[in-house]
């Protein structure tokens, strides 16, 4: 799955060692499978804990990986170098925004495959581009218009007409888009 080297491996062990309440770190990406993903490590207490994640020892310290993120961190590496400033913890994550999902996948990662790979690269002409903010318990995507679609007046057409079209189709779960992105501000806007 991924690496710890010893040299990190020691290193948060050190940071653990002064936390109270500690089990080990979480590790997990958020946003994963899309252009904004980041490699995250944060200290994981019990309350972080979820039920499907997985468990798994680097020499001192315990890792508790994100279930959903185990596809992206494959081949990932967390090293650890001392330099002059004390040292640097870095995560390297090659796979972390490539799109890695099929039936199975969760909800929200066919949701952003769809925009990432095939929405926004169609508004990105008009400077635009759209990101999932949340999906709703009646399974309706909230999206949020960003750069020329921000405040554009073809912005109900590109909703029903290009995204919610493509979405339904291939997630067809949902049940519909709704936008709550802020039109009232139209300096980037295409149209």
Do not use: W
Not at 17 to 46: D, H, M, W
Not at 68 to 73: D, K, Q
Not at 84 to 95: D, H, S
Request: net charge negative; hydrophobic share 35%; glycine share 8%.
């Amino acid at each position: 799955m991924f690496t710890i080297t010893e040299s990190a491996q020691n290193y948060l062990a050190e940071l653990l060692s002064k936390q109270e309440g500690t089990l080990g770190v979480r590790v997990f990406i958020n946003q994963p499978g899309t252009p904004k993903a980041e490699t995250c490590i944060a200290y994981c207490r019990e309350a972080d804990v979820q039920e499907n994640d997985v468990t798994q020892a680097f020499g001192p310290i315990t890792t508790y990986i994100e279930a959903r993120s185990i596809p992206f961190l494959e081949d990932a590496l967390v090293d650890y170098n001392k330099d002059r400033m004390g040292g640097q913890l870095t995560i390297k994550a090659p796979n972390a925004k490539l799109p890695r999902v099929n039936e199975d996948s969760p909800l929200e990662d066919r949701i952003n495959y769809v925009l990432y790979n095939e929405v926004n690269p169609a508004l990105a002409a008009h400077g635009g581009e759209v990101s999932l903010v949340e999906i709703t318990d009646d399974l309706i995507a909230i999206l949020k218009f960003g750069g020329g679609c921000q405040g554009c007046g073809m912005v109900d057409q590109t909703l029903k007409g290009g995204v919610e079209k493509s979405l339904l189709e291939q997630v067809p779960e949902l049940s519909g888009v709704r936008d709550v992105t802020d039109h009232t501000d139209r300096s980037q806007a295409y149209y």
